[in-house]
């Protein structure tokens, strides 16, 4: 997983952190675009906040490698790229945690720390995998997470694939929605009808399905008109 960030000298840069005197990161040039779909998904959030207070939102995959790493880091600095909205990210994939190499934070594995980013406004927890469900560490993490919600604007999760973490439909129940993401021309709907259902079941509010990697047969040209 590539870093969304680069390095840049610049003299006024802050230095907080452990950061290197005079350093600062900024997006890499055409590295990282908002596209149509994260910028929908950013409206879609703001409008489900604006009509029913919905302020968190748990990112899962069906399955393995459909991008859910990618699309929770691009719907939060979406979202904070504002510099006034507050954002809170979290990775609670616990075997495979990857928002550390996604927003370039230096390595520190203790479990829910709240880490800068370089947009003073979108804050990380990198590091969720030691907070399992039916221990201590979990029952605390959940208390802390009721009050995050009122100190950020948006608390955006990135979790495990709903097929290889049972936990994941457990931890579904304690936010107040859920986006499930399948690949396009990959996943079977009975698969996935068979998910939402178990979601469902749990109490989970599930805002939607997020269709990724679509693939488009017209001509680009006639695309962009559309």
Known sequence: MQSLFSEKVDAKSDTRNGAARGETVVPKKNEFTLSREILNLRSSLLRAKEESGVNSLLLSGLEKGVGTTSIASALALALAWDKVTRVLIIDANFDNPQLDKVFNIPADKRAGLIRDTRLPNLKCIPYARLIRAGNRQFDSFMRVL??????????????????????????????????????????????????????????????????????SYLPKAIENLL
């Open 146 to 215: 009721n009050e995050l919600e009122n100190e950020f604007d948006f608390l955006i999760v990135d979790s495990a694939p709903l097929n290889s973490d049972p936990e994941v439909i457990m931890l579904s129940g304690y936010f107040k929605s859920i986006a499930v993401i399948v690949e396009a021309e990959k996943t079977r709907v009975p698969v996935l009808e068979k998910a939402i259902n178990e979601l469902r079941q749990a109490k989970a509010n599930v805002l939607g399905v997020i269709l990724n990697r679509k693939k």
